[in-house]
């Protein structure tokens, strides 16, 4: 499968915005998906995950109550709504995408195994 991650741009503080991740390919449904992001010099941190069948979703701690993932199969397209945005949620924001069956760590990178190229959300304060 391949990635495309969009939706990123400058917001500012306490501002919301949405995050898309379109993928190709028939099999979308068959992914195990997930959002990370990363800033300068640190490594890259998990943000949410979705399952397959969209009855369960994941998220950090520093996110939960304010970000909600979601995907539409029939679209092929993952979602990150981002609400009362902080500035330290400034990051480039990757989308990802697993294969794994079974129980899976979502927070783990090597979980993943096809990632989309980024796009960088800037939160001003």
């Known amino acids: 499968v391949q990635l495309q991650a969009f939706g990123g741009g400058l917001v500012q503080a306490g501002g919301s915005l949405r995050l898309s991740c379109a993928a190709s390919?028939?099999?979308?449904?068959?992914?195990?998906m997930g959002w990370f992001r990363q800033t300068p010099g640190k490594e890259r941190e998990f943000v949410a995950a979705i399952r397959r069948s969209v009855d369960s979703a994941y998220y950090a701690d520093s996110v939960k109550g304010r970000f909600t993932i979601s995907r539409d199969n029939a679209k092929n397209t993952m979602y990150l709504q981002m609400n009362s945005l902080k500035d330290e949620d400034t990051a480039v924001y990757f989308c990802?995408?697993?294969?794994?069956?079974?129980?899976?760590?979502?927070?783990?990178?090597?979980?993943?195994?096809?990632w989309g190229q980024g796009t960088l959300v800037t939160v001003s304060s």
């Open positions: 990802a995408a697993s294969r794994v069956v079974g129980v899976v760590d979502p927070a783990e990178r090597s979980t993943y195994d096809a």
């Open positions: 390919g028939r099999t979308f449904s068959s992914y195990f």
